[in-house]
């Protein structure tokens, strides 16, 4: 992305169309700024007019001020520059801060629309990181760039002009020359110092990637004792990032050095020049230090350039990162898409899919699901079961077939509306850290405390609700941790419940749970399921006695379908699979005796 593509890309967030007082805002700290530049380019003129008058030199042109006056003057230009300068940047913020919620906001819901795959290959952490230093890296440019770099640069020109004019062209080259070797100098030692920058950005990202992963993953290191391997991984990033920046520090000084004894030799050479000048009588020591002041002015700002400079570069580059992000295509919805589903029949028509196109996942599957049916389907691991799951609610899409819901073709229909239709109980439910309540409250974020509670009963989770010291304000941890592996469970029904989809979808939802949890669950699964069209995905073959109709997966191809008795008497994988499942059982109760 090009510097005026760059440009384009975030005008609209500055140049609010919709925010007229935020229009004139800008506009307004945009006048401040030129004011705040001529009361600057004034100070040293009325300053050396002051000495001059207190000298009892000839002051030109002549004012009927007095030597009082010209000082209250030098003063009130001062606190004038002060004042627009503090104006600017309060009506700026007002700008800034909107243009950089307006973004963050904007590239949130972007990230969510766009596809599994894309997070599922990023880092969290880096993510946060990447959206924070973007949308700050914007704010840095258009008040830096705008407001400081390019006003001083013209400042710096008009310092030449006025030294010129007032003291001759000798010292305006002196200036210039100092100006132009610093700004050379500043930019070759900047760029050659941006690497080591560039290796400290990325051992930060690593570093925040692989502490947020660590966090969401606290219960797993506990249960592995591996405490000092994730303190170590972090350490890894932290010492690449300590030896960059003990590198990036050690050439700023190299910089720093360079900057000063260019300036100083240019301050020498002017003041030097200035001092013959007063001795010889061509000029006066009110102009010494009109001189002086201005090569102060000229010079100050440049201490900064150098860090500016790299910040600017860095933005630069965070913000075409940050738009990289917004390029991304996100999962599109065609047009005209209905916006809830008035059916829930549910048909797989000769479906194919694979994640890898030399291994095939799905292979053919069809079956067709009535409204109010229940359907299971069963198999080995890795057979393809979570994948219809995945298929239904347009999380992936199919190779090659269709999906109908309702008679309609999926492809014709929005995700929100299938998503819509569809509620999950997964095997593995994430909680948010959060409340009880608005954990529940997540099927439905419009529902009352008293259909949250209603829901809560239907699952079977009153009375552990009603015996919480804070009942449904309790927190329940990061990811729910604080739960048992059924309490979460009964939790995600509650979601459902709250939902009230006309199709569920059970995939694998009781086969964490030990036998009695399970049994307790299972009850709540059924009401539930209780005329809706369901799917179950299912690994404990007990549950699923009471299906309509089970569908036997192998390799990505339905191999046998039909009643469960049925299926135990005719059927050679399912029994197998119910044989194996059996002996495991027998097994467990003779440990356990």
């Not at 738009?323 to 029949?345: C, M, T």
Request: include cysteine.
């Amino acid at each position: 992305m090009t510097l005026s593509e760059q440009a384009q890309a975030i005008k609209p967030y500055f140049w609010a169309r919709q925010r007229p007082d935020l229009r004139f805002r800008l506009i307004a700290a945009l006048g401040c700024l030129v004011l705040a530049k001529l009361s600057n380019l004034a100070t040293p003129w009325f300053l050396g007019l002051a000495i001059d008058r207190l000298n009892g030199d000839e002051v030109l042109p002549v004012w009927a001020l007095g030597a009082v006056g010209l000082v209250v003057v030098y003063v009130i230009t001062r606190l004038l520059s002060l004042i627009f300068s503090e104006l600017r940047e309060v009506l700026f913020t007002h700008v800034s801060q909107h243009a950089i919620r307006v973004l963050t906001l904007k590239t949130f819901a972007h990230l969510h629309q766009l596809p599994l795959s894309f997070h599922l290959s990023r880092h969290t952490g880096s993510l946060d990181r990447l959206i924070d230093r973007g949308t700050k890296a914007i704010d840095f440019l258009l008040r830096y760039v705008v407001f400081n770099i390019g006003p001083t640069l013209i400042e710096l020109v008009l310092v030449s002009v006025i030294v010129w004019i007032m003291f001759g062209g000798i010292y305006a080259l002196v200036i210039t020359t100092t100006v132009v070797v610093y700004i050379l100098l500043t930019l070759k030692i900047t760029s050659w110092r941006l690497r080591f920058r560039r290796v400290m950005n990325e051992a930060d990202n690593a570093v925040a990637g692989r502490m947020v992963d660590s966090f969401v993953n606290v219960e797993n290191v506990r249960l592995f004792n591996n405490e000092k391997y994730e303190t170590d991984r972090v350490d890894l990033g932290l010492s690449d990032y300590e030896r960059a920046a003990n590198q990036s520090r050690l050439s700023l000084m190299y910089l720093n050095l360079s900057q000063t004894m260019i300036v100083l030799s240019g301050v020498v050479l002017l003041l030097v020049l200035a001092a013959f000048d007063v001795q010889l009588g061509a000029l006066t020591v009110g102009g010494f230090v009109t001189l002086n002041t201005y090569i102060l002015q000229a010079f100050q700002p440049l201490n900064f350039l150098g860090s500016i400079y790299r910040q600017i570069r860095q933005s630069l580059i965070d913000m075409e990162s940050l738009f990289d992000i917004l390029d991304e295509s996100g999962e599109s919805d065609p047009a005209n898409s209905p916006v809830r589903l008035q059916d829930s029949k549910i048909t797989f028509d000769d479906v194919h899919f694979s994640y890898d196109p030399n291994r095939p996942t799905l292979s053919g599957i069809s079956f067709t699901v009535q409204p109010g049916q229940t359907v299971a389907i069963v198999g080995e691991t890795g057979g393809g079961k979570t994948t219809i799951g995945k298929l239904l609610l347009k999380i992936i899409e199919p190779t090659h077939g269709s999906i109908h819901i309702g008679g309609q073709d999926t492809k014709e229909l929005s995700r929100g509306a299938v998503r819509d239709a569809v509620g999950v109980v997964p095997q593995d439910t994430v909680l948010f850290n959060d409340t009880l309540s608005n954990n529940v409250r997540y099927g439905r974020v419009d529902a009352s405390d008293q259909e949250v509670t209603r829901a809560l009963e239907v699952s079977g989770l009153n009375e552990f609700v009603a015996g919480l010291p804070d009942g449904l304000a309790t927190q329940v941890g990061a990811r729910g941790l604080k739960l048992s592996g059924g309490e979460k469970q009964r939790i995600a029904i509650a979601r459902v419940i709250l939902k009230n989809p006309s199709i569920l979808l059970f995939d694998e939802a009781t086969s964490s749970l030990d036998a009695v949890t399970e049994r307790q669950v299972q009850k709540n699964l059924e009401q539930l399921a209780t005329d809706r069209t369901t799917i179950v995905i299912a690994h404990r073959l007990s549950t699923i006695k009471d299906a309509d109709k089970i569908l036997v997966i192998r390799d990505g191809e339905i191999v046998e379908q039909g009643h469960f008795l049925a299926l135990i008497e005719t059927s050679v994988l399912f029994k197998s699979l119910w044989d194996a499942q059996q002996r495991s059982k027998e097994n467990l109760t003779v440990v356990s005796d």
